[in-house]
């Protein structure tokens, strides 16, 4: 296996960069037309402890369902990724806190599979969290913890050896883009993989209506404050003054398009600044915070075969609410 020039944690954020685009992206879509924020500005420390909130609520099925997989199909996920037994690169987009990989990456290390893991995520924090436990828990697993965005961390990690690579992009985070926007994801993964490189890809699948609504609207209010979190945020970094009271989490669900989408809607006429930009919102004007896609079997064979990928395997949860599927680079 070829050694990794770094092995260290690497951070590709540069701090004052990253906090003008935030207020270049979070101006113009508060201006736009339809007003919308980008659901990766989601992610601060308070976001992550919500986030966590959210996977260990009971209404939140995703989580319960893609963990069941890796802890019950690790075997099946490992021989998926394995192929030809060569060294590889195991790299995780958006890891989070990696508590459903860490059941892969256990079989892995029982096997004596040689692989490195390179969890890529936009937040410090939730990579710190990952590493401390995954030190604790799996001290002999090699971890080189990249934090920046998607692919400037994939290129970065695709640099530091010729390895095989094996891409996790977990979570149903797929599913917050549109349908046009993840197949341009995958086209765009595929591009930066070589013949041959294998992804696992989770899908929340079209189910019954009621069970997916539930699953954003949850008793606790955990997914509202996980919403409203991005106007605090905005206040905190971006010198905002959203009134939070002012606005009210909304979700709706389409089962036509798959497509269940989270709203603020604004509870009266009121103007809002950031930094020296007024907004202004009528009342009951909303803004588009994030879609959470579902999808079909065959939609998501669709996709692979137009982006670039051959499906080898699906693996499922026990209530088929879910997928990973794993997908090689034709
Ligand atoms: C929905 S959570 C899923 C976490 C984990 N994959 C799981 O399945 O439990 C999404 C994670 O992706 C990260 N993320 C979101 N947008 C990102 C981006 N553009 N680049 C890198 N990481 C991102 C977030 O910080 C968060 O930890």
Known sequence: MDTLKELESI???????????????????????????????????????????????????????????????????????????????????GAG????????????????????????DISGYIL????????????????CPIQ???????????????NRKVI??????????????????????????TKGDRIIIGFDLKKNPATILKAYNDNEGFTSQFNLNLLVRINQELKGNFNIANFEHYQTYDPETGACKSYLVSLCKQEVTIG???????????????????YALTEIEKMAFESGFKPILNCFDTHNYFVDAIWEVA
């Open 276 to 294: 020296s930009e007024t907004i202004s919102f009528t009342q009951s004007e909303s803004i588009f915070m994030e879609v959470s896609q579902k």
């Open 148 to 162: 920046g965005d998607y692919f400037e961390a994939l290129q970065k990690a695709c640099e530091l050896s010729s």
């Open 11 to 93: 951070d590709l954020m540069d701090s004052e960069e990253t906090s003008s685009q935030f207020y270049k992206d979070v101006v113009n879509g508060l201006k736009a037309p339809q007003k919308h924020l980008s659901s990766k500005y989601f992610y601060n420390e308070h976001g992550d402890i919500l986030f966590q909130k959210i996977m260990n609520c009971k209404d939140y099925y995703l989580t319960r369902a893609e963990m069941d997989i890796f802890q019950n199909s690790s075997a099946q996920l490992a021989d998926g990724i394995r192929a030809n037994a060569s060294a590889f690169d195991l790299i995780e987009l």
């Open 168 to 193: 996790l992009f977990l979570g149903a985070n797929i599913g917050n883009m549109s349908p046009k926007e993840s197949l341009n994801f995958c086209r765009k993964l595929s591009q930066n993989l």
């Open 128 to 143: 710190d969290i990952l590493e401390n436990n995954l030190f604790a828990s799996l001290p002999n697993l090699s971890v």
């Open 97 to 120: 806190d990696a508590t459903k990989t860490f059941h892969l990456l256990k079989y892995l290390k029982e096997q004596n599979t040689d692989f490195r893991y390179l969890p890529i």
